[in-house]
């Protein structure tokens, strides 16, 4: 197994860890959101088990589906913090589409909240053209 099949199986655990987090007692306040931070439905949740299956296969099948998987992955999971940091929503969960804008903020609140998904996809993107060696 490859050092890019290995972070992708990561990513399987981490993505199925985000999906958990709304069932753990204790992780979500009475708001519904995690760590006091975001809030998850039943769509971040789809995104998330998809998205963790996805990469599951992708570890299991081969090096170049585990790069393909680490390069897509990382483009949309970052595109989406991206926007979602200036936007208030993501696209990956649809929430630009059931939502209004909430503008531009600068918070930390809002950096936190997109934080996981900045984080996600720079460093699935940096795997993917770093560390792309059999």
């Not at 009475?30 to 998809?50: C, K, M, N, P, S």
């Not at 998987?69 to 940091?85: K, R």
């Not at 531009?104 to 950096?111: D, G, K, V």
Request: neutral net charge; hydrophobic residues 55%; charged residues 15%.
């Amino acid at each position: 197994m490859t050092i890019l099949q290995k972070i992708a199986l990561g990513y399987f655990v981490i993505l199925m860890g985000a999906a958990s987090l709304n069932y753990i007692p204790g992780l979500t306040d009475a708001e519904g959101r995690a760590f006091g931070i975001f809030a998850l439905d039943l769509f971040d949740d789809a995104l998330h088990v998809a998205s963790a299956l996805w990469a599951l296969v992708a570890a299991r099948m081969s090096h170049k589906a585990a790069r393909t998987f680490l390069l897509i992955f990382g483009a949309l999971y970052l595109g989406d913090g991206v926007f979602g940091f200036f936007t208030g929503y993501g696209y990956l969960d649809f929430g630009i589409f059931t939502n209004a804008s909430e503008g531009m903020s600068f918070t930390l609140f809002r950096f936190l909240a997109n934080l996981p998904h900045i984080l996600l996809g720079v460093v699935a993107l940096w795997a993917a053209l770093k560390l792309d060696r059999r």
